[in-house]
């Protein structure tokens, strides 16, 4: 095991963590705001993929004007979600909205297997993506580099617009005392409206972003990067938006270095592994790595 | 409410459910006979399931993890001993030679999960909410990786298959009276109460003296033993097991008819899960006729939705409404010994 | 109470109608019943072509005036929803419909073994046109037929192919190990392949959800002696693999089954990378010559596009050599059919000549060789195992 071959599983794992955790990100500020675990969020990723393979195949935008169009489309879908499955049960149980988020996604899932048919279809980049680029010992191809800084970039943009923008300090006293905020006059509404386009946003990024590295999507591609960012999101701190980045890191590395480091006969208790360590986390730190120790707000 | 002529009440629905068992199997073809075994088994799944999610509110998602449990070793029980030998080879000696009758082998499968959520409990049970059931999610997910892996032990991603088919509508009718006994008994006994007391509020239990954690893994460790039950019944009616005959598909959807049906209702579980068994079925010659695959699942999932959204603490809430005296009531029906306890098991 | 009775009942009632009574055609229609994959999960790609191969070979039958004298093929098409226990009630609601004589299904050995017991158990026979178990038939019984060559002919052909043309001594395998093909598929190569003389280095496994095998590509890039890969892959994985270990700069030839083909092999990852593949599959669809190419038109014509592989083709041979047996048997008893199918001595399938010799219920059909040269699928030959 060479120091490169290390280094290249490290690589490996930051760019699987990246996509992991701008999808975690949506599920901890939707939690942070309205205390809902949104099951539906996985779909977004599906839903942003579609969108950039439409965009691209079918109108013929450019690769940049895509990305826009992704974005605005996943906001879109988050919004109306919110809108017509959230909005009407809010103030009811906990347990109620994630059973709801279940039902939303199921239904995405097989309205597109009704319009696009479950099998798996390809996905265009262009070509200027699969180039490869040296960095140091590293070999590695633009695509992964775009997803590393563009996740980056909307980190960054994110962190910034919760710490400095009225809206973001508005979001964040929400997340902080949902009651106070709305007596300050903060309109609660269009708070989480805020929270769910963002983070459907970022979920949609990720799609565009799993969908030009694997280059394969069916309408239920979303299903098991949602679940493993929840667990990001989970081993984070739910309600902590570092921690959902930091959670999306850990749990991507940890995957492929379990897999990379170990040898061969064990890459096959990879989820087991996963799984295990989220546990073990979530025992040792009852409230995640960044979580606080909240009361749920049921 | 007169205890007495409840009693006899409930005894006669019971009754009159084993007519209609007996009725039904000499009458109905075999995909009938195994639609109603399915959802019999949904209802001892999502009864179970009501005492670890709606009495303790403790939110799991482990059910399938303990039915692959309990389905694997009821199977193992079950098969030949010279089948046993080829398809396993791992299997210590002791338990390659056993062949068990079904109850015994039914019964080991849901100790055996009993036993897997004990020790699994002590730890993840500490965890709260969404925490716990990300924990639990996680355990369908390594029994899951474990039977795929452990060749030796599962026969791997093939399973066990060419069971025998032993699980008839006695079965399941039996296990389900057993299961609603059980859960009835519990939450209207003082452990129920607990239980119910833990969920409310916890700090308050636990300044009354209520032991949090033995009653917690108690109600964790009850709900496994009816999922391991369930998965062997539901093995030996398939003729088959693989690592992914319960997915955390399966999870959620237990988790939809527990929150429908009112978490802590114990009517409401079982008629939920009996009418979605019914729907799903119903809608596949409609979803068949018009080509298009995938309706009756966005059908349903709409109708969750809506159900959500205008009775948002499930149809029944906590309650468990008096069907026999709403079918007293009956304008014309003069009251009868069954009432309708039987419909929601058969 | 009554009130409920009644209308339990009369819902079991509306549900078994909806399930037993067909939509009326001419008289007596023969009934045959396909259960596939259509709704959920990879298998849907190869499922989906494979029931439309049932559906185009059913209705040039009818076309041309049906069956024993002009009573027409009526099929019911049921969607098993990537769930065993949908695999298992539609093989039972199969069964239940009045008058159905035969099953036709799956691609997928696991979903086989969960319907096709139903079919043995009722007397009715059961023709899969794509899973390819060898062990079907002995595990699930006398109705159980394969219209396809089984795996450890075509892992057989490929370890052949592999050491005596392609010249590759030493090999990495990698093996989904959530797929009982995947393993099956693995296993009888390994098994011919060392026979051979062949030197396997490194097994490596995944599992059917995993995208991302960047810890595998880089330990199969720690093998310098490696000739060559062999993925064993179902149609989930096989071009992402490709893609991934394209992308890492490895230019080794990558072998495969018949989970590779499908067009995702190609299109996933671009005529660029998507070369130097070879993999093994039931029939080349792209032929210009006889049965082949009236089935690749016809199919055009009917669903607007060529077969999307050779399970098309597989579904339509299945459904073809169920016709024949009904023909040959000249009644639609069950029993009856069963004996023709296994007198069935050359039935001209699309996929190769269906025999069942030797009370052996898998054909022994050679196995094409198909190579991906940029993104191309071509018939590289044809082989019939030696040993």
């Known amino acids: 095991m060479t120091a490169a071959y290390v280094l290249e599983q490290i690589a490996n794992g930051i760019i699987l963590g990246s996509m992991y955790a701008l999808i975690a990100i949506g599920f901890s500020l939707i939690y942070g705001i309205v205390r809902l675990i949104n099951f539906a969020h996985g779909d977004i990723v599906t839903i942003g993929a579609f969108a950039m393979l439409a965009s691209i195949t079918a109108f013929h935008a450019p690769f940049p004007v895509a990305v826009i169009v992704v974005l605005v489309v996943g906001a879109a879908v988050g919004m109306l979600i919110e809108r017509i499955a959230f909005r009407p049960m809010r103030g009811a149980p906990q347990v109620t909205g994630f059973i709801a988020s279940l039902a939303v996604a199921i239904v995405i899932e097989n309205l597109g297997i009704m319009t696009v048919t479950a099998q798996p279809r390809n996905f265009i980049v262009p070509a200027y993506l699969g180039a490869f680029i040296r960095l140091g010992p590293l070999q590695i191809r633009a695509i992964d580099l775009a997803i590393v800084v563009l996740a980056i970039i909307l980190m960054t943009a994110l962190a910034l617009f919760v710490r400095f923008t009225k809206a973001g300090m508005a979001m964040r006293a929400t997340a902080e005392n949902y009651n106070v905020a709305r007596l300050m006059g903060i309109n609660i509404d269009r708070m989480i409206m805020l929270a769910f386009a963002i983070g459907s946003a970022l979920a949609a990024a990720a799609g565009l972003m799993w969908g030009s590295k694997y280059s394969q999507i069916s309408p239920l591609m979303g299903l098991i990067p949602g679940l493993k960012a929840f667990v990001a999101a989970v081993i984070g701190g739910v309600g902590s938006i570092s921690g959902a980045m930091l959670g999306g890191y850990v749990l991507g590395l940890a995957e492929v270095l379990f897999v990379g480091l170990l040898p061969p006969e064990y890459s096959g208790y990879r989820n087991v592994f996963v799984f295990a360590t989220l546990i073990v986390i979530l025992l040792v730190m009852p409230n995640g790595l960044l979580g606080r120790s909240t009361e749920d707000r049921a | 409410m007169e205890r007495r002529s409840n009693l006899v009440a409930v005894f006669g629905a019971a009754l009159a459910g084993a007519v209609l068992v007996y009725g039904a199997s000499s009458v109905l073809n075999p995909y009938l006979l195994s639609i109603i075994a399915f959802l019999g088994i949904n209802v001892i799944l999502a009864v179970s399931l009501n005492i670890t999610n709606g009495f303790t509110g403790l939110f799991s998602l482990g059910h399938p993890a303990f039915m692959t449990i309990g389905g694997y070793v009821t199977a193992i029980m079950t098969i030949l001993p010279a089948r046993k030998a080829h398809l396993l080879p791992d299997l210590p000696a002791f338990l390659a030679r056993m062949q068990w009758p079904f109850l015994p082998a039914l019964i080991a499968g849901g100790l055996v999960a009993t036993l897997a959520a004990i020790i699994v409990g002590f730890p993840v049970l500490r965890l709260r909410g969404h925490y716990l059931a990300v924990a639990t999610l996680g355990l369908i997910f390594i029994i899951q990786g474990l039977a795929t892996n452990l060749d030796g032990y599962t026969r791997g991603a093939l399973g066990l298959n060419g069971l025998p088919e032993l699980t008839n509508l006695w079965w399941v009718y039996g296990w389900m009276l057993l299961t609603l006994y059980v859960c009835w008994t519990v939450k209207h006994s003082s452990l129920g109460r607990t239980m119910m007391a833990i969920r409310e509020n916890e700090l308050a239990a636990a300044c009354l003296g209520v032991k949090i954690t033995r009653t917690r893994i108690l109600s964790f460790a009850l709900g496994a033993f009816f999922a391991g039950v369930a998965g062997g019944l539901w093995a030996h009616l398939v003729t088959l097991i693989t690592p992914t005959s319960f997915t955390f598909l399966l999870a959620f959807q237990l988790v939809v008819i527990v929150v429908l049906g009112g978490s802590g209702s114990i009517t409401g579980a079982t008629l939920v899960a009996a009418a979605l068994t019914i729907a799903t079925e119903a809608l596949h010659p409609v979803e068949e006729a018009v080509g298009l695959y995938g309706l009756s699942q966005t059908l349903l999932a709409i109708a969750v939705l809506l159900v959500l959204i205008y009775r948002p603490k499930g149809l029944f809430g906590m309650a468990e409404p008096d069907l026999l005296a709403w079918i007293r009531k009956l304008p014309g029906r003069q009251p009868t010994h069954s009432g309708s306890k039987r419909h929601r098991e058969v | ?387």
């Open chain 3, 1 to 387: 109470m009554k009130s409920i009775l009644t209308r339990l009942m009369t819902a079991a009632a509306v549900i078994g109608m909806l399930a037993t009574v067909p939509h009326v055609k001419a008289a007596d229609p023969i009934k045959i019943v396909a259960l596939y994959n259509l709704s959920a999960g990879g298998l849907a790609s190869i499922d989906g072509p494979s029931l439309n191969g049932v559906k185009l070979m059913a209705k040039q039958i009818n076309d041309a005036g049906g069956l024993l004298g002009g009573r027409m093929i009526e099929l019911t098409a049921i969607d098993t929803k990537n769930d065993l226990k949908e695999a298992a009630t539609g093989a039972k609601r199969a069964v239940s419909m009045e008058g159905v004589v035969a099953g036709i299904g799956h691609s997928d050995t696991t979903f086989a073994l969960a319907s096709a017991p139903l079919f043995q158990a009722q007397g009715l026979p059961f023709v899969t046109s794509g899973a390819t178990s060898p062990d079907l038939p002995d595990m699930i019984g006398g109705e159980m037929f394969l219209a396809c060559f089984a795996d450890d002919v075509q892992a057989h052909a490929m370890a052949e192919y592999a050491y005596n043309t392609l010249g590759i001594h030493n090999i990495v395998m990698w093996t989904d190990n959530a797929m009982d093909y995947t393993k099956g598929l693995s296993k009888y190569f390994q098994d011919r392949f060392t026979k051979l003389g062949g030197k396997v280095l490194l097994n490596d496994i995944y599992m059917t959800e995993d995208k991302d095998f960047s810890a595998l590509v880089s330990r199969l890039k720690a093998n310098p002696d490696a000739q060559g890969v062999f993925a064993s892959s179902g149609p989930d994985t096989a071009g992402i693999i490709i893609k991934q270990i394209r992308e890492a700069g490895i230019k080794l030839p990558i072998l495969g089954g018949d989970g590779y083909d499908t067009e995702l092999v190609s299109t996933v990852p671009g005529p660029d990378l998507s070369d130097n593949v070879y993999f093994t599959t039931h029939a080349y669809v792209g032929l210009d010559t006889g049965t082949a190419k009236a089935f690749r038109e016809a199919y055009q014509k009917e669903f607007g596009n060529p077969p999307e592989n050779a399970f098309a083709a597989l579904g339509y041979d299945a459904m073809g050599l169920v016709a024949d047996a009904i023909k040959r048997a000249g009644s639609t008893d069950a029993a009856a059919i069963t004996k023709a199918l296994n007198e069935t001595t050359a039935y001209p399938a699309v996929t190769g000549q269906i025999a069942f010799k030797n009370g052996s219920r898998i054909p022994s059909k050679p196995v094409a060789i198909m190579y991906v040269d940029h993104g191309k699928v071509n018939l590289k030959t044809t082989v019939t195992p030696q040993g």
